[in-house]
């Protein structure tokens, strides 16, 4: 059984239907131990970061998470949250990867836009979560903050400067982008993951 956590984030439908896509029904569920029951666990979310924590800790959610042993993905706001804090909001976050959640700063390059917002290449993939992906090939980023490249990076982009892509770290995994909604690239990627080795 895939499970999709429940809380108060955006972007669960997409996630859903890109999952249909690859003939799986997911459970949508905020039950702990249903969450623990999975096989595997995907943390989607859209959103301002110190809502979403605030939410995630009122439920205790975040003890959930951090309790899990079976893969997990985080998804976009879902990465950040799994980092160590965030600028949005000047909150801590769950501290799965050790490594903060900075905003763009535009004014380092002026032509660039932020929210960066539309279709991205990735580089420098590492582990079977991007099998049978390519390096340059492009995902569908929507976001304002990014994580800096560090030790758990598995994949790169660049938007005025290079960030984390996608990390991981033991059994959490985790994109900046939104695999649910970048076409054929996405779906590989979700296909990867639920195909991955404990």
Same mark, same amino acid.
């Given at each position: /059984? =895939? +499970?999709?956590?429940?809380?108060?984030?955006?972007? =669960? *439908?997409?996630?859903?239907?890109?999952?249909h *896509?690859?003939?799986?029904?997911?459970?949508? #569920?905020?039950?702990?131990?249903?969450? *623990?029951?999975?096989? *595997?666990? %995907?943390?989607?979310?859209?959103?301002?970061?110190?809502? +979403?924590m605030r939410y995630l800790r009122e439920h205790r959610l975040d003890e959930v998470?951090?309790?899990? #042993?079976?893969?997990?993905?985080? %998804? $976009?706001?879902g990465q950040q949250l799994m980092c160590r804090s965030s600028e949005?909001?000047? $909150?801590?976050?769950?501290?799965?990867?050790?490594?903060?959640?900075?905003?763009?700063?535009?004014?380092?390059? /002026?032509?660039y836009k932020v929210p960066c917002m539309g279709w991205n290449s990735l580089h420098d993939m590492k582990t079977a979560l991007y099998d049978n992906v390519h390096d340059g090939d492009y995902v569908y980023f929507?976001?304002?903050?990014?994580?800096p490249l560090c030790s758990d990076t598995i994949a790169t982009a660049d938007y005025i400067q290079p960030y984390s892509a996608s990390l991981h770290r033991d059994n959490f995994y985790a994109t900046q982008f939104h695999p649910e909604k970048?076409?054929?690239?996405?779906?590989? %990627?979700?296909?990867?993951f639920l195909l991955i080795e404990d």
């Amino acid at each position: /059984m =895939i +499970a999709i956590l429940k809380y108060n984030a955006g972007n =669960i *439908r997409s996630v859903i239907n890109a999952l249909h *896509r690859l003939g799986v029904e997911p459970l949508l #569920t905020d039950d702990p131990a249903e969450l *623990r029951r999975a096989e *595997r666990v %995907i943390f989607p979310g859209q959103g301002e970061a110190s809502v +979403a924590m605030r939410y995630l800790r009122e439920h205790r959610l975040d003890e959930v998470l951090l309790s899990l #042993t079976q893969p997990v993905l985080g %998804i $976009c706001v879902g990465q950040q949250l799994m980092c160590r804090s965030s600028e949005e909001g000047n $909150c801590q976050c769950l501290g799965l990867f050790d490594v903060p959640v900075l905003r763009f700063n535009p004014e380092e390059k /002026m032509h660039y836009k932020v929210p960066c917002m539309g279709w991205n290449s990735l580089h420098d993939m590492k582990t079977a979560l991007y099998d049978n992906v390519h390096d340059g090939d492009y995902v569908y980023f929507v976001h304002s903050y990014y994580v800096p490249l560090c030790s758990d990076t598995i994949a790169t982009a660049d938007y005025i400067q290079p960030y984390s892509a996608s990390l991981h770290r033991d059994n959490f995994y985790a994109t900046q982008f939104h695999p649910e909604k970048s076409g054929d690239v996405g779906q590989q %990627i979700l296909k990867n993951f639920l195909l991955i080795e404990d």
